[in-house]
């Protein structure tokens, strides 16, 4: 199984502001969906609850929670349990939260960022895994675009 981290943050590592996106770009979106279509997303509760509870459609939807669990969804009050349910899965994708890729960024076999260009204030931040980029971490892919990056980062 490849695990990979997909995440949007802007130059300060912000990702989350008041329990959810400071930010709305329709492109990344559209990213994020055309990226993960067809496998199988790993979330913290949180972002499930920001979702409205509803699983995003085309993918199986696999919610970590040691405080609640959701008759439409895998839920699981574990990382280990949850990877053990996924081992079987070609590729997962881990779309947050902020305590969930903080767990997940030294297990993750790839990292697929889109880098926000504008600062935003936010409440919710990235662990900073730029300081590993050309150690640990090879960017393999860039696409520019004029208010974000899309980036792939390889272990």
């Known amino acids: 199984m490849k695990l ?3 995440v949007a943050h802007d130059p300060n590592l912000v990702i989350g502001k008041d329990g959810s996106l400071p930010w709305h770009y329709s492109e990344d979106l559209k990213f994020f969906k055309r990226t993960t279509m ?3 997303l790993l979330m ?3 972002v499930f609850e920001e979702l409205n509870e509803k699983p995003l459609p085309g993918r199986e939807n696999v919610v970590l929670s040691r405080s609640k669990s959701y008759d439409h969804v895998k839920t699981f009050g574990s990382i280990d349990d949850a990877l053990q349910y996924l081992s079987d899965r070609e590729e997962v994708y881990v779309i947050g939260g902020g305590e969930i890729y903080k767990q997940m960024i030294d297990v993750a076999d790839e990292l ?3 880098e926000i260009k504008k600062k935003y204030d936010g409440d919710t931040f990235l ?3 730029r ?4 150690t640990i971490w090879e960017e393999v892919w860039r696409e520019e675009h004029e208010e974000f990056s899309f980036v792939r980062y390889v272990r």
């Open 4 to 6: 990979i981290i997909i």
């Open 38 to 40: 067809g496998a199988p």
């Open 44 to 46: 913290g509760r949180v």
């Open 112 to 114: 697929v960022v889109t």
């Open 127 to 129: 662990v900073d895994y």
């Open 131 to 134: 300081k590993d980029v050309g």
